[in-house]
């Protein structure tokens, strides 16, 4: 099982990057599979997640309207397109998918969602 993840860098307040997470190795298509980020001195916060109970995607609040997650089930493949970032958006953002089937919301906001694999992570920094 592998997840890559990667697109990250360096961009100035209101720019945009996209993320990428190709995967191997598992049902992609029967995976609850999301995106997680972690800042300097902070926990790891669910950003965007795509569920298999409710095939719905779930937001964090703070990027809703500026992030949009999308995935290519022929590539195993799950994208994050990050517009107007922000300065509060640096983090390292890490790509987890799970064998289980969960809602979009309890996947990425549930500690006792159980995250099976996890990408290595990729740096965002946003500079004011």
């Known amino acids: 099982v592998q997840l890559q993840a990667s697109g990250g860098g360096l961009v100035q307040s209101g720019g945009s990057l996209r993320l990428t997470c190709a995967t191997s190795g598992f049902s992609f298509e029967n995976s609850a599979i999301g995106w997680f980020r972690q800042a300097p001195g902070k926990g790891r916060e669910g950003v965007s997640c795509m569920g298999t109970v409710d095939n719905t995607t779930y937001y964090l609040d703070s990027v809703k309207g500026r992030f949009t997650i999308s995935s290519d089930n022929a590539e195993d493949t799950v994208y994050l397109q990050m517009n107007g970032l922000k300065p509060e958006d640096t983090a390292v953002y890490y790509c987890?998918?799970?064998?289980?089937?969960?809602?979009?919301?309890?996947?990425?906001?549930?500690?006792?969602?159980?995250?099976?694999?996890w990408g290595q992570g990729t740096q965002v920094t946003v500079s004011s």
């Open positions: 987890a998918a799970s064998l289980r089937e969960y809602t979009a919301s309890y996947y990425c906001e549930s500690t006792m969602a159980l995250r099976d694999y």
